[in-house]
């Protein structure tokens, strides 16, 4: 996973609809919003998607890729931060949690659900 900043120039650009048929989720006290953006699977891969968070000032919007992934969520936790999870198919995935504020992650760990689709015996 790869967090990069991206300045007024993308905040504008959300703006303008840049991100076409994104649904923003504000956090509970609406300071701030994420918007997913799930890949064309139409077009050959590696597919990725990308999550932006940004807040209502627009000073700045962020970007977290998640390379070769086709299916994330993620939830507000508070106006500071975010749980989410990644998936990377149908067993593995990898849950975090992100610092907007200071711009880090503060959990991150694979989790395997291989045991749970496991032939009844």
């Not at 048929?21 to 994420?34: E, I, R």
């Not at 700045?60 to 989410?84: C, M, P, Q, R, Y």
Request: with cysteine; proline share 5%.
């Amino acid at each position: 996973m790869a967090i990069g900043k991206q300045l007024r120039e993308s905040a504008r650009g959300c703006e303008k609809g840049i991100l076409p048929s994104a649904h923003q989720v504000g956090t509970p006290q609406h300071t701030k919003w994420g918007v997913t953006v799930e890949p064309d699977t139409m077009k050959p891969g590696p597919w990725n998607t990308t999550i932006y968070f940004g807040s209502d000032g627009n000073e700045e919007v962020w970007k977290l890729s998640l390379n070769d992934n086709i299916g994330a969520n993620f939830k507000w936790l508070s106006d500071k931060l975010v749980f989410g999870s990644a998936w990377w198919g149908r067993i593995y995935a990898t849950d975090f949690i992100l610092d907007l504020d200071n711009h880090k992650f503060i959990y991150r760990e694979m989790a395997q659900y291989g045991d749970m689709i496991q032939p009844c015996q």
